[in-house]
């Protein structure tokens, strides 16, 4: 399943039924797991280990080095699981230090001219639309879309079953479970029908999006003060809610509003 224009490092790990199409290079220290497929022209270095069933097209750069200036030339790894995709032109860099490999779980979908940089943890279910960018050390919660044309600053969370919209500048946390849209960007509304469609029941997204009127859409106080306020209240035992809360109460950068 190799095609004869193919350049494979004979120390590289490859399953069987895996298919390495044309002018496809895999580096030493790559492990490819069983039934995935590079089409042609792709790209896999470093220490790089790829799941089962992942798909990469044509001009994808997988595993490269990181372009943080503080890299000194250590082993750095990257680690993919199942079934993702990696459209066109995707890149995809492995971790600054030994210690922290980039990190991407599993049926994820990264379209074409996607970025996630160095150091980046991505969940599972998320997607990448055309030219989204992570900057390095960003989280991406299970879930999470981030639409065209929209980047992340590094550092910066975006929590789970939230929904970045198209042209977005993000240099804040995205609180789980929100819409956020615009530059700079600002939180719009709950993601309701991501959430419907996610299996959440009617009582789970009024309780989300109560929380949202409490803690978006009043203005007159600080952000952390609402959220305490929030926090004393029989709201806060809904499990939702209480994440909302955890993940307010945990960023370093801030939380957009």
Do not use: W
Not at 28 to 36: D, F, Q, W
Not at 66 to 89: C, M, S, W
Not at 152 to 180: N, W, Y
Not at 200 to 215: G, H, T, V
Request: proline content about 4%.
């Amino acid at each position: 399943m190799i095609h004869p224009t193919a350049i494979i490092d004979p120390t590289a790990e490859i399953a069987d039924g895996v298919e390495v199409g044309a002018y496809s290079v895999v580096s030493a220290n790559v492990k490819i797991g069983e039934g995935s497929v590079l089409k042609s022209h792709v790209v896999i270095e470093g220490h790089t280990t790829i799941g089962k069933n992942n798909t990469f097209f044509p001009f994808s750069a997988i595993g490269q080095v990181t372009q943080d200036l503080k890299y000194v030339g250590e082993p750095t790894a990257l680690i993919i699981g199942d079934h993702n995709t990696f459209r066109e032109n995707t890149t995809v860099h492995r971790g600054t230090t030994e210690e922290i490999p980039t990190r991407i779980g599993d049926h994820n979908l990264f379209l074409s001219y996607a970025h996630v940089a160095h150091d980046c943890q991505v969940g599972n279910h998320c997607i990448l639309s055309n030219n989204g960018t992570l900057g390095g050390h960003c989280q991406l919660g299970d879930y999470a879309i981030i639409s065209g044309l929209s980047g992340a600053h590094q550092f910066c969370r975006i929590g789970e079953h939230s929904l970045v919209g198209g042209c977005t500048k993000i240099v804040q946390d995205v609180p789980p479970f929100m819409i956020v849209d615009g530059s700079p960007a600002a939180v719009r509304s709950p993601n309701l029908v991501g959430l419907q469609r996610r299996g959440f029941d009617k009582k789970e997204r009024r309780s989300i999006k109560n929380a949202y009127k409490e803690l978006f859409l009043t203005k007159e106080n600080s952000l952390g003060a609402i959220v305490e306020e929030l926090a004393a209240t029989d709201a806060a035992n809904e499990p939702h809610v209480a994440r909302l809360i955890e993940f307010i109460r945990s960023s370093e950068r801030g939380v957009i509003r």
